[in-house]
């Protein structure tokens, strides 16, 4: 195994098509949920995780850091 760290950019689509049903329990907090773990699991490793959340008219972009407060401030 390699210790080189991870680049990861997660994408997270937030359309709205993925903000039907009922609060809480829609695609996009399930996606949220799936996102925020996959972003725990490569923090823990010291890999560098990115967010990037997208809907039909923008896109807002956080690089890829490896900081305790780039972690919460993807959460």
């Known amino acids: 195994e390699s210790d080189v ?7 997270l689509d937030a359309s709205d098509a993925t903000r039907v049903g009922p609060p809480g329990d829609t695609p996009l907090a ?8 996959v972003a725990q ?19 807002d972009t956080l690089a890829p ?3 305790h407060a780039h972690l919460i401030r993807m959460m």
């Open 5 to 11: 760290p991870v680049r990861c950019v997660l994408f």
């Open 30 to 37: 399930r996606l949220a949920a799936v996102a925020a773990g």
């Open 41 to 59: 699991a490569a923090a823990g490793t010291r890999d560098l995780v990115g967010l990037t959340v997208f809907d039909e008219a923008a896109a």
């Open 65 to 67: 850091a490896r900081t």
